[in-house]
């Protein structure tokens, strides 16, 4: 029997496997909670993250469509792209606040 996944389904498949890393969740957090773009640097200090480390998750996390990232010369600001969450993930960031 073959399934054919939708293009949402597909998508959903990459969040979730985007997410399950405890950093990528940590990033998305120290973003939502901060409601502001962040520098690269200034994320890897709050989570002691090398900031190649750091590079290797936005870029997942950009990937997979939930962030954005500008670059201003060296520096790299990432903020969260909220229509992906509402989209797809209505109601989750809300739940990273809780602990």
Do not use: W
Not at 56 to 65: E, I, S, V
Not at 71 to 98: M, N, Q, W
Request: charged share 25%; net charge positive.
């Amino acid at each position: 029997m073959n399934i054919k996944l939708s293009d949402n389904n597909f998508r959903r498949a990459e969040i979730f496997k985007c997410l399950s890393d405890p950093n990528r969740l940590q990033l998305i957090r120290l973003l939502y909670k901060n409601k502001k773009e962040m520098s690269c640097t200034e994320l890897g200090e709050h989570l002691n993250l090398t900031l190649s480390t750091v590079s290797y998750h936005f870029k997942a996390l950009r990937l997979a469509g939930l962030t954005n990232t500008i670059k201003d010369g060296r520096t790299k600001y990432v903020s969260l792209r909220y229509e992906t969450f509402a989209k797809f993930l209505p109601g989750f960031l809300e739940t990273l606040l809780i602990d």
